[in-house]
């Protein structure tokens, strides 16, 4: 890094910020203007790559090529107008356009090595006086108003190390806070909702808080009905007491510039006009009311239930702003129209609420090639769906679907990994409200859970070197969520499939007879069968979990289901029945998922998942589920460190193959898993972060397994048995893809007698990947959480 540095230049190696007790460590080290390169053994790839990647870059070559594209450029939009609106000239200023875009990039970041890495932070003196006045004005705006700042630099070997020397010294404590206002109403509500008040007596002062205030503020008023009150209107006055290190905070409400006071506006009319997507039909207007409603279409075709159902809004009450947003939400979210806007027009302390509209696309074809990574194997798919919208003129929207593609598959007959094929089609009607047994008069009840009832018929077809497995699946389900998509459900209320396996490979048929042979009926999973089932879920998503960005989030998913439920009201035989050749299944199945994203920087967050699941099999199903409702641990997305589908259950020392003592050749469902996955992932430069990760779960029968000794769960061992993996990751994050590398390492093995499960010590310096099987190599699509 500090190679071929000019006599005066430094490298910046090292930031301290010292002396901090009470203030944001966090937050003053995001104040600053310079962070050293990361390194890694001392060196930087980053560096490593731009310097490359420079030795290649002659700027004077691609600003010589910027001349001559902006020269074309010119010359043919020096045209005539006529000649302009040719198609072959249209596309040519669009070609020219985008290249020069690429060249200015180029010439401002250098080539894409250079963009990869990034160049070396030399020591900047005046950036280093930056850094000290920023993190100076952030403590004088967080309390800290005696704070003092200062820096030293030390400097050998061409590596620059700063030294931050804060002084906080004791902080403004927030002694009282009152509000002055001549306005009644208004200060009965601002008391009312006290309690939500980000300005606490006894608290630090904050200025960020008193920003937050004002904007709660304005959003409580315009929610009860004050439509021109702003915060411009709330003032703050900080009288400040040096001795006691306190502040009286006065919370004045001004008066408007253009009344006497602040009034409550209350909507006289509400109107909603669907305009024509072309002027073919601009002379066409159908008028109709609803519901207090005005509403304008330019066809016959759309309802005016379904839209008011999704209008919060209401006529003769006063505004909110809340009303107005979620309107605006709900209407969109039919995918009906291109845009919706709501205006308002005053008159007096009287709205008119006007809502316009233009109608979708009735038609939409979408086509998808792409790929998925699964078990290291890319597989390659096209989907194609067709969507009408407005099917039966109140909203609905027919699909049709098709996927065909390839995915990495682990073999359960240990062929190692292949690529099945699978085929998809499913036709489906989406309504925009509940249908039975729901009355029409809940349509507008309901209307602002944006509730929805699909009905589904699909087909799939799943064909892999073990079986060939075909269904026929119909499904009625409901969905609605509430305000924000905070908490989303769905109840699958019917959901029924034929299913059967027309091909059974003779070594994977052998491996179910012997399982059968030793009490494990899991060959009736492979029987023909119809299975119904009842399922429902819900989603609780706190601060948009999976928008990654600087604040944490969490999501948990809870999942119920019941099969074969009506099968308690008939005379059905069981599963072990002599000469059964149609299976029937009854079970019970619960899901909980929470995962977490804790960032603690901005280049540094932590994230965790724990997932615990449980099924049971009772009745007609003597025993035995349908395969696809087991539960199975380890791969990308589960326990890193253990093939897909092959940790488990319990102690159970499965059968291995030819590849060593890892080399788990068979697939191992379970009726109980316990997941947990914890992961830190740091930012190294450009698009690529690392994360360090360590794994722990393992899956269980309920019950004894005579074909798979330890499989059972039991209460007094099963913490023994927690399989534990760890290991290292690459991500390359390009914002609309993120392409994972992870190597993850058995550090616990439940597979192995007592005393002889920890095997991280099989790791040395002359075998770094421990015993052969021992470290497995995951590469994937998206987190794995």
């Not at 759309?302 to 505004?319: C, D, E, H, N, V």
């Not at 509940?434 to 087909?459: D, E, V, W």
Request: cysteine-free; aromatic content about 14%; hydrophobic content about 35%.
């Amino acid at each position: 890094m500090t190679r071929n540095l000019e006599e005066s230049a430094y490298v910046v190696y090292d930031n301290k910020l010292v002396g901090i007790n009470k203030a944001d460590a966090g937050a003053l080290q995001q104040l600053l203007e310079q962070e050293p390169n990361t390194r890694i053994l001392g060196n930087s790839p980053g560096v490593i790559l731009y310097r490359l990647g420079n030795q290649f870059y002659d700027s004077s070559k691609f600003a010589a090529k910027q001349k001559k594209v902006v020269d074309q450029l010119n010359a043919l939009q020096s045209n005539k107008e006529a000649e302009l609106n040719e198609l072959s000239n249209k596309r040519k200023v669009e070609y020219l356009k985008i290249k020069l875009e690429s060249l200015d990039k180029i010439l401002e970041y250098g080539n894409a090595l250079m963009r990869t890495g990034n160049p070396v932070v030399l020591l900047d003196s005046n950036l280093v006086e930056k850094s000290r006045k920023n993190m100076k004005g952030y403590l004088v705006n967080h309390g800290f108003f005696d704070a003092e700042v200062d820096y030293s630099i030390s400097t050998r070997n061409k590596k620059a190390s700063i030294s931050y020397q804060i002084k906080e010294n004791n902080p403004y404590i927030l002694d009282s806070i009152y509000t002055r206002i001549d306005n009644s109403e208004i200060q009965g509500l601002i008391s009312n909702f006290s309690s939500n008040s980000f300005l606490k007596k006894g608290q630090i002062y904050n200025q960020d808080n008193i920003t937050e205030e004002r904007n709660r503020l304005e959003d409580l008023l315009k929610n009860k009905g004050y439509y021109m009150f702003s915060k411009s209107y709330v003032n703050f006055i900080a009288y400040q007491d040096t001795a006691a290190k306190s502040i009286r905070l006065e919370q004045v409400i001004q008066k408007p510039t253009f009344a006497e006071s602040h009034e409550v506006y209350t909507l006289d009319s509400i109107g909603l006009r669907i305009n024509p997507p072309s002027n073919e039909f601009a002379d066409r207007q159908i008028q109709t009311q609803y519901q207090g409603i005005d509403f304008s279409f330019y066809r016959d075709r759309y309802s005016a239930k379904i839209l008011a159902s999704r209008i919060q809004m209401q006529k003769g009450k006063p505004y909110s702003r809340t009303e107005a947003l979620e309107t605006q939400r709900l209407i969109n979210s039919l995918d009906l129209f291109r845009f919706v806007n709501i205006t308002f027009d005053t008159l007096g302390t009287s709205l008119t609420a006007n809502i316009y509209t233009q109608p979708n696309q009735k038609y939409q074809l979408t086509n998808q090639l792409g790929m998925t990574i699964t078990e290291q194997l890319p597989g390659p798919f096209f989907s194609t769906a067709l969507r009408n919208r407005n099917f039966f003129r109140a909203g609905e929207l027919l699909e049709l679907n098709f996927r065909a593609g390839l995915e990495g598959v682990a073999s359960a007959t240990g062929q190692g990994v292949y690529q099945s094929s699978e085929i998809n089609t499913s036709l489906s009607v989406i309504f925009p409200r509940f249908l039975f047994p729901f009355t029409p008069k809940t349509l507008q009840q309901f209307g602002k859970y944006n509730p929805s009832t699909r009905i589904q018929f699909g087909y799939l077809s799943t064909n892999r070197p073990e079986y060939k497995r075909n269904a026929i699946n119909g499904q009625l389900g409901y969905t609605w969520a509430t305000r924000n998509n905070r908490q989303s459900f769905t109840i699958n209320a019917a959901d029924i499939s034929y299913i059967r396996t027309p091909f059974i490979q003779d070594e994977f048929l052998s491996i179910l007879e012997n399982l059968q042979s030793d009490g494990n009926n899991l060959i009736w999973s492979f029987l023909p069968s119809l299975i119904s089932s009842f399922s429902g879920q819900t989603l609780i998503n706190f601060n948009r979990y999976g928008n990654f960005s600087a604040r944490k989030a969490s999501l948990l998913r809870i999942f119920g289901e019941s099969g074969g439920t009506t099968l308690n009201f008939t005379n059905v035989r069981r599963n072990d029945s002599p000469e059964i050749d149609y299976a029937n299944f009854q079970w019970l199945k619960g899901q909980v998922d929470f995962r977490r994203y804790y960032p603690i920087s901005k280049k540094q967050t932590l994230a965790y998942r724990l997932n615990f699941g449980i099924t049971r099999p009772y009745g007609v199903s003597a025993g035995i589920l349908p395969y696809e409702k087991y539960f199975f641990a380890g791969g990308g997305t589960s326990i890193r460190a253990w093939q897909a589908r092959r940790l488990g259950p319990g102690s159970y020392t499965p059968v291995t193959g030819p590849g060593g003592s890892y080399d788990y050749r068979n697939e191992q469902p379970a009726e109980m898993i316990l997941e947990s996955m914890f992961e830190y992932r740091r930012k190294l430069f450009s698009y690529f972060d690392m994360a360090v990760f360590l794994d722990a779960g393992n899956s269980w029968m309920i019950g004894r397994d005579a074909a798979r000794p330890g499989a059972d769960f039991r209460y007094d061992r099963f913490y023994k048995e927690i399989a534990v993996g760890t290991g290292v990751g690459l991500r390359m994050d390009f914002d609309f893809l993120v392409i994972r590398l992870d190597l993850a390492t058995k550090a616990l093995d439940p597979a192995r007698q007592e005393g002889q499960r920890w095997i991280l010590d099989n790791i040395r310096l002359n075998r770094p990947f421990g015993e052969r099987g021992q470290t497995v190599f995951n590469f994937g699509i998206g987190y794995p959480f």
